[in-house]
């Protein structure tokens, strides 16, 4: 409380004295016991009022003791069953978790993981990958800023994720235990094979597989490649303690058009621990058409190669750049890209009238906008001399396909002449333009699709900016090449429009995420909302059909099939108010991930210890870790004073005690006849 505070006081205790001694008294010729008491009263009820009419703050202080946090993560994947080390992992969790001396010392704080990293106290070691990167990655976001050890309880065998020895701070000590047998026993694997989703009929594909090999003895291995009961490709591979891998490449022949399944299985006569590595399963789908992409510039662009590498990535597409007065004919190509158009393309808007081949129109500084009113006739083109940067913003009502938000807003602006852009004809804008945070509400990427005749248009040039960023942020080009394959797909296509429209795979590897998109357009083809999908899913072996519904996201609907066991599905996709419905296949493979592995990866967890100036223990030194972590002195507790100031009007028990003095008062008065 403040001086001026305690002069309050002290002259309230005067006038409340004053007031009291005035009423009983003053000339009062009874002073009996009676009335000294009902003065005190009178004293302590008029005191009340007055302190609460001063309400001085009250100042109050505690102390609060922070403990260093101690995060116990445990390991939750399969693997950790397939390396008979289940109890092993609960006994040390337990251990730790239980320690009285852990416990007074450090918040104890329990997670597991697999593919994610959540809050746990119980264990099914069902996951079916494992991603220690999201620990790390999770852990600094939940305790920014502390010191802090980790004791991390896994095999160390990472099977999705970035490499998560460098993931974690190397200012804060990690202690993996590592469970699983560590002895090493000879074993052959088949590690990774290499082979594109798409092959065309009547070529070669290659196929590109890295054994491994574990052990001291030298040995010869037979390497197989086959298809039904039909040995494909074979191959006798020998292995010794100076060579551990090898890489086999062979081309298998695409002598069948849709979906074909491949067995690559390596053996030998040695005896091993683990044989379901010696077998991995891969599927091909052999098309036989493939879409031929003409981009034709007047001049040279990054962007021409930006779409070219993006297109490509597709193995069904294939690109070719021409000038305009290079190309002689477009009959044989399913898709235009006509870059920045100007009087030099009139041969080639000329000869596409009568083929009309679906085309995508992309301008910028160089285009001749004049040239461009003339030869289409979605877009009125009024531009000025001056350059602009554009901004996109992307449209959730978008509904021509299915397409997500690959971060368009944080891309760098693209570059077009400014000028006013005004609409034409039935235009769907996936994209919009603003300059700087000014929106335009004019297009940026927009198609149109009439009668089957679709076009696409781009308005601003550096899309190869876009490719660039989207790198930066994700670490890869797939999210931007699916963009643009998405773009091509639309183009390449002149089927009418249909009501339902199913996005997925072929084939999935058993444990990936499977996913089905859906879009259902009413008779306007607007993308209806209130549709009502739902899947069913029947393995074709067992004949056992499975149901599900279609959950609706931004602009479509999705369904997620994790779980299904390995085998061939059919499926039906339904939109249960109008009966459209969409039927297909696909496959899982029988491929899991988490039974790949014999041992612990000691070498793995062993540098993530050094890195962060920890120690790598085995469970049977639970003892010694937990010795560590209490005899550690740089994790401390701290003591922190909590001060407090509560002003005096708060404490509504001063009201209840002011009306309990008073009411006293007023009954004792009546009482003894003073009233």
Known sequence: MTANSFVLIFISLG??????????????????????????????????????????????????TIKTPLPIVVDNSSSIIDLKAKESVLKVYEKLTSNSDLKSKFDIQTYSFDSEFQSAETFDFKGSQTNIDAVAQNLKNSNKNLKYPTVLITDGNQTSGADYVFSFDADNKVYPIAVGD?????????????????????????????????GTKSITANFSISQGNTILTKETVSFSSSKKSAVINVLLPADKTGLQLYNAKLTSSETEKNSYNNTKKFAVEVIDQKTEVAIISAINHPDLSALKRSIE???????????????????????????????????V?????????????ITGNDTDFGFLNQHQSQ?????????????????????????????????????????????????SVLLSSRIRNVDTNAPLFAFTDNQ?????????????????????DKKSFEQFDVFIDKTIQFLSSNDARKSLIVNHERFYNSGDALEITAQYFNKNYEFDEKARLSIAVTNTKTKKVKRYDLLKTTNSFKVNLDGLNAGSYTFTVKELNSNASYSNVFEILDFDIEKQFVNPDMVKLNQLANQTKGVVSVPNQTDNLIK???????????????????????????????????ASEWFIRKYNGLL
């Open 313 to 347: 990535a597709n193995a069904q597409r294939k690109v070719t750049i021409f000038k305009p007065n290079q190309i002689n004919s477009l009959n044989n190509f399913n898709v235009l890209i006509l870059y920045q158009p100007n009087a030099s393309f009139k041969p």
């Open 15 to 64: 006038i409340a004295f004053a007031l009291s001694y005035f009423q009983y008294y003053y000339k009062a010729k009874n002073r009996s016991k009676t009335i000294l008491f009902l003065a005190f009263l009178r004293f302590l009820s008029v005191f009340g009022l007055l302190l609460l009419m001063i309400n001085p703050v009250v100042s109050s202080s505690t102390f609060e």
């Open 379 to 427: 877009f009125d083109f009024k531009m000025s001399s001056q350059k602009e940067d554009y901004l996109a913003n992307f449209s959730s009502d978008f509904n021509l396909f299915a397409i997500d938000n690959i971060g368009f807003e944080n891309f760098p602006p693209l570059e077009n002449t400014f000028g006013t852009i005004t609409n034409k004809g039935n235009v």
């Open 182 to 214: 560590t002895t090493t026993y000879l074993d052959l694997k088949i590690n990774q094979i290499n082979v594109n989703k798409y092959a065309f009929h009547k070529n070669k594909f290659p196929v590109e597989v890295f054994l491994l090999y574990e």
């Open 628 to 662: 560590i972590l209490i005899e550690n002195q740089d994790y401390k507790a701290i003591q922190k004073e909590v001060a407090k100031k509560t002003p005096l009007i708060d404490w509504y028990w001063l009201l209840v005690f002011i009306a309990i003095f008073l």
């Open 452 to 472: 089957g005749k679709r076009s696409a248009y781009l308005l601003g040039e550096n899309i190869w900016k876009w490719r660039a960023q989207s790198y930066v």
């Open 349 to 361: 808007f000329d000869a596409n009238k009568n083929l009309n081949i679906n085309s995508w129109i």
